[in-house]
């Protein structure tokens, strides 16, 4: 039996065949794990795979409802931060929604696992999983401080029970807001830390931003290395290892 993050459990007799995406990452992991060709919706900001040709079906948070019925998917996926529970709700008077929320790496791992399971792809989810344990056991986990802002106007910073704080924790961050849940509000001069990480999205932080920090940035740079998980976690970790690596000793972060 297999459960969302709901615990809500789906018995699939068969594969999906008719599939809408309201989660971009998920979409780039559903191409990368080959159920591409099941993917009958998606979102207008599912960008990866480049040049999708399905219909785009609203954002994340404005999906139209009526357009997604119109497919008449048999599953539809969906993320707890980045969807609405009132579109699920409705969503779920024609189709079965399975929501994700993965917190860890380790969440993305056993999400892809999930994932192959449901469209029988378990081969190419374990290769997607290798590539990823192979990025993890070659990380130099230089230890450092860090911070990463999500948002300015407020300022606002990834909290310890986040995807990404838990990413830079991977590569041998510290994150110095470790003890707040999800996106703390605080002043730029107030965060100390060695490393301050300013991704692109969803805040499109400038190289401006970067100079109010005493602290050594790393950024602007794709905030979907961040933001993104699944298959794009594997870039992520990559682009994590890169940064570690210039780190010239310990001492330095």
Not at 114 to 143: C, F, V, Y
Request: negative net charge; proline residues 8%.
């Amino acid at each position: 039996m297999i459960r969302d993050v709901r615990a809500k459990p789906f018995a699939l007799e068969y594969p999906p065949k008719r599939v809408v995406s309201l989660v971009p990452s998920l979409t780039e992991t559903l191409f990368d794990l080959g159920a591409g060709d099941e993917v009958v919706g998606i979102t207008d900001f599912c960008i990866f795979p480049e040049n999708l040709d399905r219909p785009r079906l609203g954002g994340t948070k404005n999906p139209r409802v009526e357009a997604i019925r119109a497919l008449q998917p048999d599953l539809v996926y969906m993320n707890l931060e980045e969807n609405l529970e009132r579109h699920a709700r409705a969503i779920e008077e024609f189709a079965p929604v399975f929501v994700t929320e993965p917190k860890s790496v380790a969440d993305v791992m056993a999400l892809i696992t999930t994932l192959g399971e449901i469209h029988e792809r378990q081969q190419n989810a374990t290769r997607i999983n290798s590539d990823i344990k192979r990025e993890l056991d070659a990380m130099p986990r230089r230890p450092f401080t860090f911070a990463c802002a999500i948002w300015k106007r407020p300022w606002m910073w990834c909290g310890g029970d986040t995807y990404i704080s838990n990413l830079v924790e991977c590569a041998g961050g510290r994150n110095v807001l470790a003890d707040e849940k999800r996106y703390p509000m605080r002043a730029p001069e107030s965060v100390k830390a060695d490393v301050i990480f300013l991704p692109d999205e969803p805040y499109l932080f400038t190289e401006a931003d970067a100079r109010e920090f005493d602290a050594r940035v790393i950024g602007p740079f794709p905030g979907h290395l961040f933001t993104w998980h699944g298959a794009r976690t594997l870039l992520g970790l990559r682009f994590l290892r890169s940064v570690a690596a210039r780190f010239s000793a310990p001492s330095a972060c």
